[in-house]
């Protein structure tokens, strides 16, 4: 009998892992994960368990600073996921197996002292380094007006981008016809791949406080009609392109807020097409869950609820909202990893 997770991922969808801890991984690929991204957060979680105090004791010994040690142990402990998905890049060539990569989320800082064509600059410059010499390792860059200014150099310089933290359709386009524009500067399109993560529960997080007279069948839902009407838009756009890779939606931000949601809400929704990032502890509930999952991803919600939705939340107060949130989300994680470095320093010294 299939498991849940291979029952999700029989309906079409690409299974990745939102962590890369080494042990994640190989049990996840196990369960039919084929990818995985990372963060600060997640490379945050995996140092203090001290599980890599021998390789950071290594790097200080060679006279790293911490914000060197921080970009070595995220190059390779994305590097080690990288090489469990390698067989299905290369079984798939190219159109999965991917790992993610998160440039530097201090050039989205408060603090940060560069203009935004400076930043577009540092991103294409970072984007270009990291994403040297690997095969299947995926570069993200967020959609704010410096990461969308870089997507189209980065393009066309060969780099495959997971363009994140889209929230509305407006960022979305941009995203992708910037990427477009860079593509079609290669001498060869064959190995073109994109994706764009939408962010889903944040968005009923914010439902909650800002449009908290949405009808009860509609609240909790934007999150799902959003991503699914983004993904209807990309599959239409991109089919006339006649591409040999898919260039993809990611459903990103699956794991439920509200302690009262089922946790496999946004898994059940978005199955039967593209790719859905779940963090372990979703992956782990859908597995516990012992249901099958069927195609829901090109299913809409009723018509009443479409409209309430479309009356009631303001879809540029959302964007601006969750984009200001999210980059303290972004930034705010770099600077603690960098704070937690320098305490392993003080203790292993």
């Known amino acids: 009998m299939s498991s849940p997770l ?15 801890d080494p042990d994640l991984v190989i049990s996840n690929r196990a369960l039919g994960a084929t990818g995985a991204t990372s963060n600060p957060i997640i490379i945050s979680d995996l140092l203090k368990t001290g599980r890599f105090d021998g390789e950071i004791r290594e790097l200080i010994k060679g006279g790293k600073d911490d914000k060197a040690i921080a970009w070595e142990m995220t190059d390779r402990l994305v590097q080690k996921a990288q090489d469990v998905f390698l067989p299905v890049w290369e079984a798939t060539r190219g159109n999965d197996g991917w790992v993610s990569f998160e440039l530097d989320p201090l050039l989205e800082d408060s603090a940060c002292p560069l203009n935004t064509a400076e930043r577009a600059a540092k991103y294409i410059e970072l984007g270009k380094h990291y994403a040297k010499g690997h095969k299947n390792r995926m570069i993200k860059v967020p959609a704010t007006p410096a990461g969308l200014a870089a997507v189209e150099d980065l393009a066309a310089a060969g780099v495959t981008l997971n363009v994140t933290l889209i929230f509305s359709q407006e960022q979305y386009f941009t995203a992708r016809e910037g990427v477009w524009r860079g593509a079609q500067k290669r001498t060869c399109l064959d190995s073109f791949k994109s994706v764009y993560s939408i962010f889903v529960s944040r968005l009923d997080v914010y439902t909650q406080k800002h449009a908290a007279n949405l009808i009860p069948s509609a609240q909790g839902m934007v999150g799902i009609v959003n991503a699914k009407r983004v993904w209807a838009l990309n599959q239409k756009w991109w089919a006339a392109k006649n591409l040999k890779l898919q260039q993809e939606i990611i459903f990103a931000s699956t794991g439920t807020k509200d302690p009262k949601d089922d946790p496999c809400k946004y898994i059940a929704s978005f199955a039967g097409s593209d790719i859905e990032t779940n963090p372990p502890g979703t992956n782990a509930a859908a597995e516990k869950s012992g249901r099958s999952f ?40 770099f600077k603690k990893l960098l704070g937690l470095i320098g305490e392993i320093r003080k203790n292993l010294a």
């Open 294 to 333: 069927t195609r829901q991803v090109d299913q809409l919600p009723a018509t009443e609820i479409l409209a309430d939705i479309d009356a009631k939340v303001d879809m540029k107060h959302l964007e601006s909202t969750l984009m200001s949130e999210g980059l303290e989300k972004f930034a705010d994680p």
């Open 6 to 20: 291979k029952s999700l991922v029989s309906t079409g969808t690409k299974l990745w892992l939102d962590s890369i």
